[in-house]
């Protein structure tokens, strides 16, 4: 199983979009990360943890699930590298390898230790990128690959169908 912990503000703070978000809301960048790494989860099947600390929201620590992303706020004192610390040791296994994407050097050397890999911020976007690419040209295989009928129609006979199909007549 792979797992993915992805600090949230570092993420927003890095990729262009985001960081344009942030400038208006803060609210609608998170909500735009939550949305990328769902699209991440659902065609890569990653297990996803995205971390937000409560810099920017106060209260008590909280966890969600938005579109098989879990979503967690940090308690008020916490930071986002401690908890993401606390997230590697609880959930590496030997049947887990956990990645990091952050581009915070001195968390990528504590999660080192801790026996997770990283993913930097500039990687995570051209893996992104790369996702969005192979969905789009899938989309075209699929719209182009138009369904052979069993029973061989010659293109008149297929039109009538097809405005039947329609409504058309």
């Given at each position: 199983?792979?797992?993915?912990?992805?600090?949230?503000?570092?993420?927003?703070?890095?990729?262009?979009?985001?960081?344009?978000?942030?400038?208006?809301?803060?609210?609608?960048?998170?909500?735009?990360l939550i949305e990328l790494m769902a699209e991440y989860q659902a065609y890569s099947g990653n297990r996803i943890?995205?971390?937000?600390?409560?810099?920017?929201?106060?209260?008590?620590?909280?966890?969600?699930?938005?579109?098989?992303?879990?979503?967690?706020?940090?308690?008020?004192?916490?930071?986002?590298?401690e908890c993401i610390e606390r997230l590697v040791k609880k959930v590496k296994n030997i049947k887990t390898q956990?990645?990091?994407?952050t581009s915070d050097y001195a968390e990528q050397r504590t999660i080192f230790g801790q026996g997770a890999l990283?993913?930097?911020?500039?990687?995570?976007?051209?893996?992104?990128?790369?996702?969005?690419?192979?969905?789009?040209?899938?989309?075209?295989?699929?719209?182009?690959?138009?369904?052979?009928?069993?029973?061989?129609?010659?293109?008149?006979?297929?039109?009538?169908?097809?405005?039947?199909?329609?409504?058309?007549?």
């Amino acid at each position: 199983m792979v797992v993915l912990v992805v600090d949230g503000y570092n993420i927003i703070g890095d990729w262009e979009e985001l960081k344009r978000l942030k400038e208006k809301d803060i609210g609608q960048a998170r909500d735009r990360l939550i949305e990328l790494m769902a699209e991440y989860q659902a065609y890569s099947g990653n297990r996803i943890i995205l971390v937000f600390d409560a810099y920017y929201v106060r209260g008590m620590e909280s966890k969600l699930k938005q579109h098989k992303v879990e979503v967690i706020y940090t308690k008020e004192k916490e930071t986002a590298d401690e908890c993401i610390e606390r997230l590697v040791k609880k959930v590496k296994n030997i049947k887990t390898q956990v990645y990091v994407a952050t581009s915070d050097y001195a968390e990528q050397r504590t999660i080192f230790g801790q026996g997770a890999l990283r993913k930097s911020a500039r990687e995570l976007q051209i893996e992104m990128d790369n996702i969005e690419r192979e969905i789009e040209a899938n989309v075209e295989v699929h719209k182009n690959n138009r369904p052979q009928s069993k029973i061989a129609l010659n293109e008149e006979i297929l039109e009538k169908f097809e405005k039947w199909r329609r409504g058309d007549i």
